[in-house]
């Protein structure tokens, strides 16, 4: 008698895994393994294919919840300008906006109207306070980069209910902070496949003029550009997530200059993007793009926009560069991806060297300058932090570690200094360090992965869920004054002050608070 034929499995088929190999190809490699193996063999590697394609599937849901959740937001943020501009429309002819020109398209294909600045009201006003310090913030984590605001004294007793409010208003995807000058706050955003650099009325967060390019960066831990603008003698700096780097009118949002960073220097995008703001050293605009052959730091005419010089071959990180004078040099300071060291802002040349690598080349904490010879760093992701002390004159100097630990691990934020403490979020725990031992002092208080501004004596802490915190900077203790709810949703944004105002914002909202001291 015939005995029946067992038809052959298809995963055991050719035809069947190529099939499934065009469809999904980690599952076709699984089941091209599992071809010919021992049935238990078999078992683990069908066990694997299991757990690929419920990746495969939890990975594709999350993006199209991620697309959907934007697109709702672009149509509502639209909406909202839309009726912030038939609002301006509607004012008295005395009152009607002034008309700015558009400026015309950098790039080949890209419509003009697409870069053409939004007119802004002529009735704008300044407040008192915001005009006799409207210049002071005009870069990313203030005047020197290093998260302290001393322009006035800020409150330091607040209500029950947390600082009053300004205005809040919807604003596009990113990380980017605020840059405030003539009653002005900058940002930059993503709106749907372009990124957009724009222009806030400190007073009313009423939108005065945007600047638009195609652009776009879409990344799991959050779509948008990551770099904040720098505000420069009228002119704004703004350099996107995949490199556009634009030269604007800080007035009316019309383009100056602009290039590609990236691909001006041949170089690659990082893992999530440009994070590193432009720097203005007198006459010239510093990037990181991170090319090889002599071009990671970058340095424009900024006027321009014309190459001044390109220096070194480093793999970039997502750390700002810094102006500083360490040894009695002054000098740019620049984090890469495995080292931190000093350039001569006249042509580009290295002064020093130190390592200063972790896992995967993943540094993004600004360093702080600790007196005329020293620097603090600190990196997360196990890697710790260090003094490091430069000496030496002219053009030669060495550097050497002072002390280094694992006390403090700034992951994606940066640390403070008050009277010989550091102040910073070690993982996301608020943790107080001697700055000439490296001793913890103590540790206290969870606020995620959030940032931190020094003020009057406090610590303006911004959490990662958005709420606002104050903090005595003190080493005797933790000790917490007061926090309130600021925004909704995830905030990993640095939050600024200027004209004793706070201002933050994350991927959805952003607000203006009263901080000055009454």
Same mark, same amino acid.
């Given at each position: 008698m015939f005995q029946p034929q067992?038809?052959?499995?298809?995963?055991?088929?050719?035809?069947?895994?190529?099939?499934?190999?065009?469809?999904?190809?980690?599952?076709?490699?699984?089941?091209?393994?599992?071809?010919?193996?021992?049935?238990?063999?078999?078992?683990?590697?069908?066990?694997?294919?299991?757990v690929l394609v419920g990746a495969g599937y939890f990975y594709l849901f999350s993006a199209w919840r991620r697309s959907s959740a934007n697109e709702a937001h672009y149509a509502a943020l639209e909406q909202h300008r839309a009726q912030q501009q038939r609002e301006v429309l509607a004012q008295p002819a005395a009152s009607a906006p002034a008309t700015s020109t558009a400026s015309p398209s950098l790039q080949p294909g890209v419509p003009a109207g697409q870069q053409a600045a939004v007119p802004a009201p002529a009735n704008s006003t300044d407040t008192v306070a915001a005009h006799v310090g409207r210049n002071y913030w005009t870069n990313f984590r203030g005047p020197n980069r290093d998260g302290r605001y001393d322009e006035m004294a800020v409150l330091t007793n607040w209500p029950a209910q947390g600082l009053s409010l300004v205005w809040k208003e919807p604003v596009g995807l990113g990380y980017a902070s605020f840059t405030i000058a003539d009653g002005r706050a900058y940002t930059i955003e993503q709106r749907r496949q372009q990124e957009v650099a724009a222009a806030y009325d400190v007073n009313t967060g009423r939108e005065l003029w945007t600047q638009k390019w195609n652009a776009e960066y879409n990344d799991q831990t959050g779509d948008g550009p990551r770099t904040t603008p720098t505000w420069d003698e009228g002119r704004l700096y703004a350099l996107g997530a995949t490199g556009e780097l634009r030269c604007l009118d800080a007035k009316?949002?019309?383009?100056?200059?602009?290039?590609?960073? #990236?691909?001006? +220097?041949?170089?690659? +995008? #990082?893992?999530?993007?440009?994070a590193a703001s432009p720097l203005i050293v007198d006459d010239k605009v510093i990037v990181l793009p991170g090319g090889s052959a002599g071009k990671s730091v970058a340095a424009? +005419? %900024?006027?321009?926009?014309?190459?001044?010089?390109?220096?070194? +071959?480093?793999?970039?990180?997502?750390?700002?560069?810094? #102006?500083?004078?360490?040894?009695?040099?002054?000098?740019? #300071?620049?984090?890469?991806?495995?080292?931190?060291?000093g350039l001569a802002p006249e042509n580009g040349s290295l002064l020093w060297s130190q390592s200063w690598d972790t896992d995967m080349g993943i540094n993004v904490s600004q360093p702080i300058i600790v007196d005329r010879n020293r620097f603090f760093i600190s990196s997360g992701y196990g890697k710790g932090a260090s003094v490091v002390e430069i000496t030496g004159s002219g053009n030669s100097f060495t550097a050497r570690t002072v002390w280094e630990n694992i006390n403090m691990k700034n992951k994606f934020n940066s640390s403070v200094l008050h009277e010989g403490h550091v102040y910073g979020l070690d993982e996301g725990i608020l943790t107080c360090l001697d700055v000439n031992t490296g001793a913890r002092k103590w540790k206290g208080g969870r606020y995620g992965y959030g940032q931190i501004i020094l003020a009057s004596g406090h610590l303006i802490v911004m959490s990662d869920s958005g709420e606002v915190a104050l903090v005595k900077a003190t080493p005797a203790e933790y000790s917490e004054v007061a926090r309130f709810p600021a925004l909704e949703g995830k905030t990993w944004n640095y939050p600024a002050i200027?004209?004793?105002?706070?201002?933050?914002?994350?991927?959805?909202?952003?607000?203006?608070? %009263?901080?000055a001291a009454e």
């Open positions: 067992e038809s052959t499995p298809w995963y055991r088929s050719m035809t069947g895994i190529l099939t499934a190999s065009l469809l999904l190809p980690p599952v076709g490699l699984v089941l091209l393994l599992a071809h010919r193996q021992t049935p238990v063999r078999r078992k683990i590697l069908f066990s694997l294919c299991i009316t949002g019309a383009v100056s200059w602009g290039k590609n960073i #990236l691909s001006d +220097n041949q170089a690659q +995008n #990082l893992q999530w993007a440009m424009y +005419n %900024k006027m321009t926009g014309a190459p001044v010089w390109k220096s070194q +071959n480093d793999r970039q990180a997502y750390v700002s560069p810094m #102006l500083v004078t360490l040894a009695g040099r002054r000098q740019i #300071l620049v984090v890469s991806a495995s080292r931190v060291f200027a004209g004793g105002r706070l201002f933050v914002r994350n991927a959805t909202q952003m607000a203006a608070y %009263k901080i």
